[in-house]
């Protein structure tokens, strides 16, 4: 073994080598909810504004935790070489450029200059992260069923984000290419993922939770759209109703969630909760009606208890130093 093998993983450089690509996710719950006040704050008129601070934390968190990754990129190359060929690992190297794609939409009324740069980065890393993925599913040699799960959507949830700020920053034709690649091989996964889950053995206990990440693409995908075409047409409520209906399918399984284990897999219940309140605040916006004004607080409520509890519970793990180990 090289020497970075004898180093103990409590040792502050050993935690640096397991330090998982998968804590980019706490950026995309963070940037999930600071974009959900931010509309809530304008369309619902909350008495309270938050968003500002909820920005400046999301970018502070990416700026920590890209630093620390570009770390173990200098110092354990070889690990992250391996998690880029890992069937689950893999799907999580474009929660970085999702999060840079998150933190433009976050600035676009703020900085929109800063906006513009963040969306140009980001949706250029995210293709190069999507052409390099699908790259290796088509000719991998040691998948098998069990390894897809609903975190391979994250790289299709990225390509639908692009169209939200990128149709305020002049890029229409570029924001349709990418929600029309997102839209295609979101059907091509959920078909395949329902299939895994419907004849194969469970989801290990470590990534149950990111069946949440099923919500992501219709929600994310309504909010594109809409930025798109300009209103709710029977397309846009078709993708909407679908994550809705998802979520409350989702909201009756509750107690077999609240069994399990704290992992930093949890940080998938962010995201998609913020997508679906986010699309639910959209919907009163255009309607008016008082259902989605009651289904945007319900929900942006929820949203900010699951978040407050999973900053706990990660705070609490690196306390006691349960993350950046080896996985068994």
């Not at 173990?72 to 190359?77: D, E, F, N, T, V």
């Not at 994310?220 to 993708?239: E, K, M, P, T, W």
């Amino acid at each position: 073994m090289n020497q970075s093998a004898s180093i103990p993983p409590t040792d502050g450089h050993g935690r640096l080598q397991h330090f998982p690509i998968s804590f980019f996710a706490i950026v995309m719950g963070l940037c999930g909810i600071t974009i959900a006040y931010q509309r809530a704050e304008s369309v619902l008129q909350l008495p309270v504004h938050i968003s500002g601070y909820l920005l400046t934390a999301a970018g502070v968190v990416f700026v920590v935790l890209a630093t620390l990754y570009l770390l173990k990129l200098a110092r354990y190359s070889s690990a992250v070489v391996k998690d880029l060929h890992h069937p689950v690992r893999l799907s999580f190297f474009p929660t970085i450029s999702i999060s840079l794609i998150l933190l433009s939409i976050g600035t676009l009324h703020v900085a929109p200059q800063l906006s513009f740069w963040l969306w140009c980065m980001g949706t250029a890393v995210h293709m190069i992260f999507t052409l390099y993925i699908m790259d290796v599913w088509i000719h991998h040699q040691h998948f098998e069923i069990h390894h897809i799960n609903p975190a391979w959507f994250i790289p299709v949830v990225g390509n639908m984000l692009v169209p939200i700020a990128g149709v305020h920053h002049g890029f229409t034709e570029i924001s349709w290419f990418f929600f029309s690649v997102g839209l295609l091989f979101w059907l091509v996964l959920l078909t395949i993922i329902f299939y895994r889950v419907t004849f194969h053995n469970p989801l290990p206990q470590r990534l149950v939770p990111t069946f949440f990440i099923l919500i992501a693409p219709p929600a994310v995908g309504f909010i594109s759209y809409v930025n798109l075409v300009g209103n709710v047409d029977n397309f846009a409520r078709v993708l909407y109703y679908t994550g809705l209906f998802l979520t409350i399918l989702l909201a009756t399984q509750y107690f077999r969630f609240a069994k399990l284990k704290f992992f930093l897999s949890w940080w998938a219940y962010s995201f998609p909760l913020a997508a679906i309140t986010i699309a639910s605040v959209l919907m009163y916006g255009h309607s008016g009606l008082v259902l989605y004004w009651a289904v945007s607080v319900l929900l942006l409520a929820v949203l900010t208890l699951i978040i407050t509890i999973l900053v706990y519970k990660t705070l609490q793990g690196i306390a006691r130093r349960e993350i950046c180990v080896e996985e068994g």
